[in-house]
């Protein structure tokens, strides 16, 4: 169990929380619960009881406090599992990078220089230091599988619906999920399943029919992250390279759909305050508010057909991989990435191959390749709805042939739990 | 096939368009507003122009 004064040491180095509880002093829990002896963060977008649900926006600030506590929080504390605070991100889960006007940026425990990606960079940094056994976030376009890959950390995307959201502060209804980060393969899938109230039991995973997506997915990637893959999928039997047909329209679809329906949530408050948004996301917000009805339309049909052949994807391939990110964590304050030695755009394109995978509703999980001594990378293995048991057992058996794993971070080593 | 053409948006054309949704812009804010449309806009062209290849097919 870390300590307090362990907790606010290295937040000050990664500004990871929003808010360290005062009185997270365990409860005399006798053991019993799934979770016990497990403490852990949830993105300020879920509801405390008592606390204020910031969602990383002073808008929020002097909202009531909440009336009780999210579902999934509720569920976890029933577990066994104790909160000790709540976590930063891009405001409104609006973002890849965790860069807050108001909150601070969360710096990568990896290299404190570094993004740790966002918008759950909070959850993320905080488990990959060690500061909490596990962490929620929520994925809307690839907020958790992002910051899991930059973090060098598990990160699964539940499947659509599986998760109960009430108590959460919604951004894109249709997309949104909240899901868990951890460290350990094993407490990732305890957590889930307490999310979920489900069973999950390790699935059989000899000759899965496995699809290495290209094209789209391959574009402007590290060649450590395809070498990566290619080890994944060789410790699995080995795999089919295939492309996802329509990824980059679903991308754009995706980016459209999401600025729309952000503009829209916002509008009052854009109208009323506008100078109090961070102004990253003021000025994506309201270009969201002022996108033509035909914009909309045209994006809805592409997502229609994108699903439809993503689904029929997932009825032919038992598991499909892909890169999380495009390459390591950028720099911060730098508006640019290195990708294959090409300087691109870091805030659009961190989530080039999360994005458009979102549409689909299955269940993704973030592994992280064992990188000794190397900057983080997290490959997405993603399966039919429903099947995160299987994605769970995929990733058991890669970490115990020491394929993905996490390393703690150098500063943090030894120093926590 | 059509090509799409990824417009620039005026000043003049959003500050119209925000108007009718009772948004005031500052001015400073503007670069970035056109910016982030601008995106919007070559984002719609790859939209459209899946749209364009569906129907030719």
């Given amino acids: ?417 | 096939m059509t090509q799409c053409s990824t417009k620039q948006w005026s000043k003049k054309e959003i500050l119209a368009l925000a108007r009718q949704y009772d948004i005031s812009i500052a001015e400073h804010t503007v670069p970035k507003l056109m910016e982030n449309l601008f995106l919007l806009t070559v984002h719609h062209c790859t939209v459209k122009e899946a749209i364009d290849e569906m129907s030719a097919m």
């Fill in chain 1, 1 to 417: 169990m870390t300590s307090k004064t362990i907790l606010y040491d290295f937040n000050n180095k990664l500004c990871a929380f929003t808010r360290i509880f005062s009185d997270f002093t365990p409860p005399n829990i006798e053991g019993n619960g799934l979770l016990s002896g497990y403490n852990f963060a949830v993105k300020d977008l879920l509801d405390v009881e008592g606390y204020t649900t910031t969602a990383g926006s002073i808008i929020l600030a002097n909202a009531p406090a909440a009336s009780r506590d999210s579902a999934v929080v509720a569920k976890l504390r029933a577990a066994g599992a104790l909160l000790v605070g709540c976590t930063n991100m891009d405001e409104f889960a609006y973002g890849f990078v965790t860069e807050n006007v108001h909150y601070g940026t969360t710096c990568n425990p990896h290299d404190l220089t570094r993004l740790a990606g966002g918008s759950s960079g909070g959850s993320a940094a905080a488990v990959a230091a060690g500061m909490v056994d596990f962490a929620l976030g929520s994925d809307t376009n690839g907020s958790i599988r992002i910051p899991a890959s930059l973090c060098g950390i598990y990160g699964l995307r539940p499947t659509y619906g599986t998760v109960d959201d009430t108590g959460c502060f919604p951004f894109v209804k249709r997309l949104d999920v909240v899901g868990p980060f951890a460290r350990n393969i094993d407490v990732l899938g305890h957590v889930f399943a307490v999310m979920a109230d489900k069973q999950i039991a390790d699935v059989e995973i000899d000759g899965l029919r496995i699809g290495i997506l290209t094209g789209w997915f391959q574009h402007g990637a590290d060649t450590d992250i395809l070498t990566g893959i290619d080890a994944i999928a060789a410790h699995l039997g080995g795999a089919e390279y295939m492309e996802l047909p329509m990824a980059a329209s679903a991308r754009s679809a995706a980016f459209i759909l999401t600025a729309k329906e952000g503009g829209k949530r916002h509008l009052a408050n854009l109208q009323k305050r506008p100078m109090d948004f961070d102004p990253a996301t003021r000025d994506r917000l309201i270009a969201g508010a002022l996108l033509p009805a035909e914009y909309v339309d045209d994006a809805e049909k592409i997502a229609a057909q994108f699903i439809a052949k993503a689904e029929k994807v997932l009825e032919e391939f038992d598991l499909l991989i892909a890169p999380s990110t495009p390459c390591v964590a950028p720099k911060i304050g730098e508006s640019n990435m290195i990708v294959n030695g090409i300087s691109v755009p870091a805030r659009a394109n961190l989530g080039l191959y999360a994005q458009p995978l979102s549409l689909t509703g299955a269940p993704i999980l973030s592994v992280p390749l064992r990188r000794y001594g190397k900057l983080p990378l997290g490959v997405q293995l993603i399966a039919a709805k429903g099947r995160e048991d299987l994605l769970l057992s995929v990733a058991k058996s890669l970490s115990a042939a020491d394929i993905i794993g996490c390393d703690k971070p150098d500063y943090f080593m030894g120093i926590s739990q």
